[in-house]
């Protein structure tokens, strides 16, 4: 259960509010993962690592530096130095597991393509994983084909998941011919016979992995598809089914690499140890009917602590990096060690934690909606309804005892007017000033609930019921569709402005009009809560909002909701002296770009507008040159961003 808490930002405190305030306030410390931090200037900066030396550089100075770019916001930040210091961790912590244990074997990681495939961020992969040798992942023909071109040497994998036909094995085929290390896992027995009969066919013999269905239920979101109900994998039977085909076909010696994926963001390292136990057990099995082996690919899982909160709860984890290679390495010695199995290779399937931090999302805020009452008169002239000055009186007596019997006088009168309104005895006028006091009580009852230990329970939403809506540029459905999908939490907070303390509580809605296009749950160093607290706007400034830990899943999962396409992205990268580069820039989706997926026609939308405006010349409504006015109009918005664009400003 979801604790919810009071606002809590606007508590009064007379000392004055500083950037540890702020530091607290959104837990950047805790989900940071020291990437990022918070500057004396009050803003957020992302800070790398270079030859132990810790560089740092504002988002804000990097979202001026899109601006002057003619990259407007949304937009997508990748900073390539978090990637590929996630890399680097990654491979350190299984090697140092490995060194510490006595592991006689190595470790080789493989980035799974579907959790962004990017070409810049796969190819950043490629070369920077390249010293350790980590491979890619592939699920489908088309990441086949971005493994094999980004991949440049034999010494890291390519495995291969996801049902494959023969030109998928084919492909896959040609891969081992040179010589590069390509595993088949096979997903269901009916695979197998494509594979031994294009292997014949070619005269090539492939590797092949089979993938079990692990009985190991895990934590988290993903549970349902752990364990025997399971899509993915070969029942026990099937894989005994799968051995005796090969032995049938002489080719058990191309059975060296056992597969097993508990799910996503696995937040319980038992259940991850618990799994590898499991494995082991499996690829006993198999040695013992004959197998090779040789490779222990334990997939995905391992978590992002989206929470900062060091939990086993959904969006958070319980254990670190180290702690998940060395329970790994452990649990493999421990069940092979007594039937005296050589170590096999480890593989991990790491996509979330390898990518989540290098992405994020940055936006400002166009508009903001509050709940606050407009100031009340005096009094009310006698000519005014008599259950409009009932609900006057309500307001003039909230306090600390009656607040309770005062929230139900004033919805009953609030109703009543409604109802009066309805059958037309009160007019306009009315209506506006009844709901306009109903707030101005509800505004000083949730005063009075910051001040008290126990809220009734029919209070306790009161102040969500009366937060702010900042309305930001940019699609949830686009850019974070796992908050709509599955519920995902991700950081989130303002970027600059943090040496001010915030005073508004907010819910954050986007331009799609989609009553779903909301944010309402934020993580907080108190457990989840369904406001943030926000800044008030200032006039002429830009307020801007990232959204964090992004990198997986979100850009590729993303639709075109109410048309809105791809962001502007940029990938920076930061160097020692504590400058950093534009590396690569792209231009998000024109309105032509988006229309043009759903397969409409731009030139021929033009010549249908053109048709009608020269009709309007024809006919004296307009003139010629205001004809070319609307049709540049036209033309200027078809090749423009599908956000909300600001004329120059700041
Ligand atoms: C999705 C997937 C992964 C990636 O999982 P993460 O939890 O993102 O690390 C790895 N392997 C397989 C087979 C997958 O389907």
Redesign the pocket.
Known sequence: MEKQYPANAATESNAPWTVDDSERLYGVNDWGAGYFNISERGEVQVSVQRQGQSTSVSLLEIVQGMKERGMEMPAILRIENVLDQRIKELNEAFIRAIADVDYRGDYRGVF?I??NQQCHVIEEIADFGRRFNHGL?A?SKAELIIALSQLRDNNSLIVC?GYKDAEFVDLGLYARQLGINCFFVLETPAELPIILERSKALGIKPLIGARIKSSVIVDGHWNEDSGDRSIFGLSTSALLDVVEQLKTAQMLDCLQLLHC?L???IPNIRNIRSGVQEACRFYAGLIAEGAPMGYLDL????AVDYEGARTNSTHSMNYRLDEYCVNIVEAIVESLDPLQIEHPTIVT?????TVAYSSLLLFNVLDVRNHDPRPLPETLPDTDHETLHNLFAVNSTVNERNFQECYNDALYYRDEIRELFRRGHVGLRDRALADNITLAVLDKIAKILKTIERVPPELENLPELLCDIYYGNFSLFQSLPDIWAIDQVFPVMPIHRLDEQPTREAIIADITCDCDGKIDRFISPQGIRNTLPLHSLNQDQEYYIGVFLVG?YQETLGDLHNLFGDTNVVSVKVNDDGSYDFVREFHGDSISDVLSYVEYDPKQMLEQFRRRAEQGVRDKIISASQRQKMLSAFKDSLQGYTYFEREAQD
């Open positions: 799974p579907k959790v992942e699920g998941n994926h799910g996503s963001q997939g995905g899982g391992l399937e790491s996509g979330r934690a997986a």
